[in-house]
């Protein structure tokens, strides 16, 4: 069994004390107490070792291994050493393994204070034996793992260092699978959140969490919270297929919320993670080669976003696999799916997110919409994902840019679609009359709220009750150019329609579930809601 431990790191009794409580209400299974920064009273510990309502680890972690605590040397292991007096003992007492082969004093002080083969006391308590890395995979990392495994007093092995990339989190899944004792194996920083979420799927001893996102006490370290509810901790098990979201940056995404809670209502055996990978093809390659291959990890698709749309038609097209027709004619791809054969697949669910979000707002089929015209405002990767799925409809497609050039870069590269797509100058908006108004451009996007992509362009003809306005931005819900829009009787549509679509889409070829859409939308604006309310967005 895995365990879900809480880190509190102790300024006082009552703060601890409280904390620990937090933590057994959130339902954790053990509290760890880092007492780095209290260390003067033994008696005052073992007080809170007897009342904690769960079972607790103790640690006082130094400097020179990543913790707070500056003092004696003498004075920590004499400390740790008398916690085991009380009524009630600690589970586990971590200490560092540079520290316990350093000195004969301190090995025999530490061995006296917890039970091992050759103990003669009554103490109950566990040794962790650890080694942390703040800078990067240690390069003694497998000589550290034989050391603690070959002492006798160690019950625990713990190795810790910071990820360098999404490959590391492999290593210490191969640690924790090949384990000669009880054995923990953690990546920090925000790439290591894989080793955090995943420990139980291959059977760690445990995982660290923070009682809030003001807690943690160690890089990136997810809360109680996020790794039972947003991760599904409880429903994680050997056979759990992993998912994520692959872009750089990607730690706002909020499709970790939605496809876990799609995962949680389907009762289907996932978990979706976030995927932090460089923009270097180079970099996406080794990543995603490595965790196909890893075939415990059962890595299963991933919702791919900027700036990788591009390398992932280029990998799959190395690799073998499958570039469905519509990912190619854009360019670009958004989904990666493998089957349980090994079989890749990449397609683009963004177009159709797009297509079928403006249907639904005008009650329309899709085949309805020859004919019409459609104003798009932007050229990068969006706007063209938009102009292929209305122009495969033959709806004649008009690109509006600020850079005319790129305007007509994107109108000449994708001729003889359908529909007409020709470039046009932003100034010459305000001529338009369109029936459907995009905006695939971010302005307008938190944090800058006030901007809008049409403010001295607006349209003459045209524009009113009947016209679609539709933006692709979803933070926030109500942009200036919607509000804007709907105060002159227009359609809006915002940009959460297209980001719950596509994932809904990415859902069902993962799943072979239809997607909970209704569920998607309140979780987004359900979030949104909430961050507003708490003066964060």
């Known amino acids: 069994m895995t365990h879900l431990a809480v880190s509190i790191m102790v300024h006082d009794l009552a703060q601890a004390s409280s904390a620990a409580i937090r933590a057994a209400e959130q339902g954790a299974d053990l509290v760890e107490f880092r007492i780095d920064r209290f260390t003067q009273d033994a008696d005052a510990l073992i007080k809170l070792i007897e009342n904690s309502p769960l079972p607790c680890i103790v ?7 990543g913790g707070d ?53 009554t103490t109950t308590t566990g040794l962790i ?7 990067g995979r240690p390069v003694d990392l497998y000589q550290c793992i034989e050391a603690m495994a ?25 640690i924790i699978s090949q384990r000669h004792k009880p054995t923990i194996a953690l990546c920090m920083g925000e790439a290591g959140l894989p080793s955090r979420v995943l420990a139980k799927k291959f059977g760690a001893l445990l995982t660290f969490a923070a009682i809030d996102e003001n807690s943690g006490t160690a890089p990136g370290q997810p809360t109680v919270q996020q790794i039972k509810n947003l991760y599904r ?3 994680v ?12 940056p990607v730690g706002h995404s909020l499709s970790p919320t939605i496809h876990n809670a799609g995962f949680d209502q389907a009762a289907f055996n996932g978990v979706y993670l976030p995927m932090p990978i460089p923009p270097a093809y180079e970099h996406f390659k080794a990543t995603i080669s490595s965790w196909i291959d890893a075939s415990t990890l059962h890595f299963r698709g991933a919702s791919v976003t900027l700036p990788h749309k591009e390398n992932l038609i280029r990998f799959v097209e190395e690799v073998g696999g499958q570039v469905d027709a519509l990912a190619a004619q854009i360019g670009a791809a958004n989904t990666l799916t493998i089957t349980e054969d090994g079989t890749l697949a990449a397609s683009n669910t963004d177009s159709d997110a797009a297509l079928t979000a403006v249907c639904h707002a005008m009650n329309i089929t899709t085949s309805q919409l020859e004919g019409r015209r459609v104003a798009l405002i932007g050229a990068g990767g969006v706007a063209r994902a938009v102009a292929v799925a209305f122009a495969r409809q033959k709806a004649t497609v008009v690109v509006y840019n600020r850079t005319y050039d790129r305007a007509i870069a994107l109108a000449n590269s994708l001729t003889g ?45 045209g524009w009113g009750p009947g016209t679609v306005v539709f933006d692709t931005i979803y933070n926030p819900l109500s942009t200036r150019l919607l509000q804007e829009a709907q105060a002159d009787g227009c359609i809006v549509i915002n940009g959460v329609e297209m980001f719950v679509r596509q994932a809904a889409a990415q859902f069902a070829l993962w799943t072979g579930c239809e997607a909970p859409l209704d569920l998607f939308r309140r979780t987004i604006t359900d979030h949104f809601t909430d961050t507003q309310i708490n003066g964060a967005g």
Not at 59 to 65: D, G, H, K, V, Y
Not at 151 to 168: H, N, P, Q, Y
């Open 59 to 65: 640690t006082c972690r130094p400097q020179w291994e």
């Open 69 to 121: 605590y500056d003092g004696e040397e003498q004075s920590r292991i004499a400390l740790l050493a008398q916690l085991h007096q009380g009524l009630r003992q600690p589970a586990y007492i971590d200490f560092e393994l540079a520290a316990y082969q350093q000195s004969d004093q301190a090995r025999r002080k530490i061995n006296q204070a917890v039970d091992h083969p050759g103990q003669v006391g």
């Open 129 to 135: 034996l650890s080694s942390h890395d703040m800078d």
């Open 150 to 174: 070959a002492t006798r007093a160690c019950r625990v092995i713990k190795i810790a260092w910071m990820a360098r990339s999404l490959r590391d989190n492999l290593e210490a899944f191969e």
């Open 233 to 235: 901790w409880d429903a």
């Open 237 to 248: 098990d050997a056979e759990t297929r992993v998912y994520g979201v692959i872009g750089w």
């Open 417 to 461: 679609i359908g529909g007409k797509i020709v470039p046009a100058k932003l100034e010459k908006l305000c001529d338009s009359c369109c029936q459907i108004y995009i905006n695939c451009t971010p302005i307008g996007m938190h944090p800058n709220t006030n901007a809008t992509p049409i403010e001295a362009t607006k349209p003459t003809k």
